[in-house]
């Protein structure tokens, strides 16, 4: 059978059914970036803080008032959103049921219940439901340790830790992100990267919850932040640690010092994604150590195949991008890790 090249399909249509949280503005991005045309966007009117820099960034897509002109929209291929986390499994089984493909800012979900009912309806209408993990999607020094890592330059990977820190900026955010009801509690919302992180560099379908623990250790005025949160997980011989945290100060250059390291047992591998703090400049810096000596990689020329790969998804049926498996998987461990956790106070 003869496979089919990426010309050989129609032009991605899509549509934007929530701008809650900034990630919006690189999901739209990154699909125009690979050719795709934007049909229009729907949001719920209210405390929208990234309705402004929606429309300054992309001045030419058309607010649709009301969403169903987007779903009963036969050209429109996928959806994509961000909105307010508790709400993105509803509105991703309303778009599968209407015959679309769905893409998610992180977290997919912020229910177990949540969880069986995208599963459900997913299986039952073999639509994609996608969750951008974009702390590995849209990280280029992801792509080149995941080259390195599958070529067997630091051996079997026994290990990962992932750091991922974040700035509060309290005045720039929305009342639902105070609520964990609404965000699904800091493991759901921010680790649910590392763990995928952890899946795709061990190779591992499944991981058991060692230990996990949240906390509000800073910010007694907001009491439903969880501004701290951690996780043991381990699958066979291999292991992971996960930090995730609203402590980055103001004094550092960009938004957090997000870090991945990875041991292998012929090396290791450290990513500063986001910033290196003994001076080089930009993001996407990667070290190697391993038998042959230590060295600096440049990854901001690396590529970003998500996209792409989603593309290819959506008109071939593949699971290129992200398998179904592995995306439950990672909604269903940072569930589990955050409905066990232990509560730590400051």
Aim: charged letters at 25%; proline letters at 3%.
């Amino acid at each position: 059978m003869k496979t089919k090249r990426m010309g050989d399909f129609p032009k991605l249509r899509f549509g934007v059914i929530g701008i809650d949280h900034r990630h919006i503005y690189d999901q739209v991005s990154s699909l125009l970036n690979i050719g795709a045309e934007c049909a229009g966007y729907w949001t719920l009117d209210g405390d929208v803080r990234t309705l402004q820099g929606f429309g300054e960034r992309f001045p030419t897509i058309a607010r649709v008032a009301d969403r169903r002109q987007l779903l009963e929209d036969t050209s429109i291929h996928l959806i994509t959103c961000a909105a307010i986390p508790c709400q993105r499994a509803g509105l991703a089984i309303e778009a599968m049921r209407h015959g679309k493909d769905f893409m998610a800012d992180k977290p997919g979900v912020t229910t177990f219940e949540q969880l069986a009912e995208v599963q459900r309806v997913q299986r039952e209408t073999g639509r994609i439901f996608s969750v951008n993990f974009t702390e590995r999607f849209e990280v280029r020094a992801v792509t080149t340790a995941t080259e390195l890592v599958r070529s067997g330059t630091i051996g079997r990977v026994l290990q990962t830790i992932g750091l991922g820190p974040h700035r509060l900026n309290r005045h720039l955010r929305p009342a639902w992100f105070f609520d964990s009801q609404a965000y699904g509690g800091i493991l759901v919302d921010v680790a649910s990267h590392q763990i995928d992180q952890f899946l795709h560099f061990t190779g591992a379908n499944d991981a058991r919850i060692v230990a996990s623990r949240v906390g509000n250790l800073g910010h007694p005025d907001d009491p439903g932040l969880q501004d701290f949160g951690e996780i043991m997980l381990a699958q066979g011989s291999a292991s992971g640690y996960i930090r995730v945290d609203w402590f980055t100060p103001d004094g550092l250059d960009t938004w957090g010092d997000g870090r991945l390291t990875i041991l292998g047992s012929e090396g290791y591998i450290e990513l500063r994604k986001y910033i290196d703090i003994s001076g080089r400049p930009g993001k996407d810096h990667l070290f190697l150590v391993n038998h042959e000596g230590s060295r600096y990689i440049d990854c901001s020329a690396a590529a970003l195949p998500y996209y792409t790969n989603l593309q290819h998804d959506i008109f071939a049926r593949t699971e290129t991008a992200m398998s179904h498996a592995h995306c439950f998987k990672v909604c269903e461990l940072a569930l589990r890790a955050q409905e066990q956790s232990e509560r730590i106070c400051a």
